[in-house]
């Protein structure tokens, strides 16, 4: 069973960097996804949390995450343009080729169509020289990109080629888009598909969507959802999709609970993901292959 | 209603900075002795050092190249070490400050202010590696040469160029699938345009290959293959190609200087292109046949509106 393909969010888990690095590692997980929070939050350095990543033998899927980016004009543009080289320049400094860049929910940013696209593309003009590649994902609780679908057609108008899009399965699943909306996107557009479940039978709400997401996600095949999820990521092969799943599971409970016992359980969803719903056992063609840990 | 005279439905131009060739490369090495004859048997003479760095000026022809020994001062730029490191392209074009700032716009990263005293402020952004692309409009009546540089006293500030030979390109190595984001910078930042699969030159014609909107220089883009693909990504520029009318004549008078081409079954001198083996630890250098260039006209490539 080849496990390349899911990756697991680091925030998910609690404890130390290191901690959650190993028990990631512990349970067969060879990708990451790593949050800005826990490199500059780290209790001795940005330096150490950087070797910890690096000598974790994890390969970074992504840093998570920019907000609010796009849109803004003046002064607070060039602030925005500083924040976001910042984090290119972490993401480089871990080895990640991925930058998650999250649709504006500011309510200072503009809603122009061309500026947005604008924007975006002189966010991955900045990142193409470090090989990172914009994955950008629409947010429910965003004014202009709220979805998928939606920030495809931006993605389309900045027309980058290191500029993609990150879709969450949460965001699909709770907000109920057709699958077949997943027939308009060309799969190389997609750079990262985020997975997670929830308790919940039924959203009413976009509190109640962003409350969920920020708390009470559960891994595939734990929630109410797991026929949808699986439809969801079949579809996903079915139009060609072949780069890489992460376990995007907020959830306060998981916090509390030690990160080995966390881990055991992404790794039993990626078991059941692989195993019975993908049937995977070789892997994939082209894609990206786990690079060594290379010193800083 | 059409309007031939409506401005803003003018297409952005060709040549959207007013580039006007390569005003100088520069290699960094903390050997710029050993460098420094490498360039002579090839043709080039030292011709003047700058005042307040370590950094020497050669010259052949219409072409500069600098070597830079001075320690890093900015972060994700090239440490001097002995292996002698392409390290910067500066082109010519119309308004530096215009050019920069149009490039910051879009998504260059700057370079902080290095100038000392009384010194040229060359603005420029980072580019593949750690290697960086200036912008210079001082290239004309006088160059950026004649105020940051102190000629070295009873030299020929202008030696002639062996057999024509000019800049005719620069190639860049690339990471796997690299190839569409580099095209997309060069072409979007600076106005380059990719050229057809079926026009080639030289004898090294792996890649994709960009044309300045000058149309005096290329970018050769080349991916990796074999086993290398599987490597870390290593993305830098990694050699320089001279263009010359007489590629045989211009192999045999560097031969006779010192200078050891390829001869291979596959790569070897002909009348379309050679490649120098690799000196000091990689430093190649390649010839192409190119039709020799009409006189350089007065006055600067004007910014085309």
């Given amino acids: ?296 | 209603m059409s309007n031939a005279t409506d401005r803003e439905s003018v297409p952005e131009s060709p040549n959207p900075i007013g580039m006007d060739g390569i005003e100088f490369i520069e290699f960094t090495t903390s050997k710029p002795q050993a460098l420094g004859g490498v360039l002579e048997r090839m043709g080039f003479r030292p011709i003047a050092r700058h005042r307040s760095r370590e950094v020497e000026l050669y010259r052949q022809g219409a072409m500069n190249i600098v070597i830079n020994s001075q320690p890093a001062d900015i972060p994700r730029t090239v440490e001097p070490i002995e292996r002698p490191i392409l390290s910067a392209i500066a082109i010519r074009v119309h308004d530096a400050d215009a050019a920069f700032r149009r490039a910051l716009d879009l998504g260059g990263w700057e370079i902080p202010i290095r100038a000392q005293a009384l010194e040229l402020n060359i603005p420029g952004i980072h580019g593949v590696g750690e290697s960086l692309i200036y912008f210079v409009d001082r290239y004309d009546e006088f160059s950026i040469f004649d105020i940051d540089f102190r000629a070295i006293p009873g030299v020929d500030p202008n030696p002639p160029a062996i057999a024509g030979l000019d800049f005719f390109g620069i190639v860049q190595y690339v990471g796997v699938n690299r190839t569409d984001d580099w095209s997309e910078f060069y072409t979007q930042v600076f106005g380059f345009k990719t050229i057809p699969d079926e026009v080639r030159f030289g004898i090294m014609p792996r890649g994709l290959l960009l044309q300045s909107p000058c149309r005096k220089f290329y970018l050769q883009l080349i991916e990796p293959d074999g086993t290398a693909q599987f490597a870390p990504m290593e993305e830098h520029l990694q050699r320089i190609g001279f263009g010359t009318p007489d590629v045989i004549g211009a192999a045999n008078q560097l031969e006779q200087r010192g200078i050891e081409f390829l001869a291979t079954e596959k790569v070897h001198t002909s009348a379309r292109g050679a490649l120098t083996k690799a000196l000091l630890g990689g430093v190649m250098f390649e010839l192409v046949h190119a039709e020799p260039r009409e006189p350089r006209e007065s006055g600067k490539a004007a910014a085309q509106p």
Wanted: one cysteine or more; hydrophobic letters at 45%; aromatic letters at 8%.
């Fill in chain 1, 1 to 296: 069973m080849i496990f390349n393909d899911f990756g697991i969010d680091i925030a998910t888990l609690a404890g130390s960097l290191e901690t959650r690095l190993a028990a990631a590692r512990e349970c067969g997980f060879t990708q990451g996804m790593i949050s800005a929070t826990d490199i500059v939050g780290h209790p001795t350095s940005t330096a150490a949390a950087v070797r910890a990543i690096r000598d974790s033998g994890l390969r970074v899927t992504g840093l998570e995450a920019l907000r609010d980016f796009e849109g803004l004009s003046g002064k607070m543009h060039d602030y925005k343009v500083d924040v976001a080289k910042s984090m290119l320049e972490l993401c480089s400094r871990i080895g990640g080729r991925l930058l998650l860049t999250e649709a504006s929910a500011s309510i200072h940013a503009e809603v122009d169509a061309d500026k947005i696209a604008r924007d975006l593309r002189k966010l991955a003009i900045l990142a193409l020289p470090m090989g990172i590649r914009i994955a950008f994902k629409g947010l429910s609780w965003s004014r202009t990109v709220k979805n998928f679908a939606a920030a495809a057609d931006i993605i389309s108008l900045a027309n980058c080629p290191n500029l993609g899009l990150a879709i969450d399965a949460f965001d699909v699943i709770a907000a109920g888009v057709p699958l077949d909306d997943l027939d308009l996107i060309f799969p190389q557009q997609i750079f990262l598909v985020q997975l997670s479940d929830f308790m919940l039978q039924e959203i009413r709400s976009t509190e109640e969507q962003a409350a969920t997401a920020a708390h009470f996600r559960v891994f595939p095949g734990e929630g109410a959802h797991s026929d949808q999820l699986a439809k969801f990521i079949v579809k996903l092969e079915e139009i060609g999709y072949f780069g890489d799943y992460s376990f995007d599971v907020y959830n306060g409970d998981y916090l509390q609970m030690p990160a080995e016992v966390i881990a055991k359980r992404a790794r039993r969803a990626a078991d059941w993901l692989g195993e019975t719903v993908l049937r995977r056992t070789l892997p994939v063609p082209n894609m990206e292959r786990l690079r060594p840990a290379v010193p800083e």
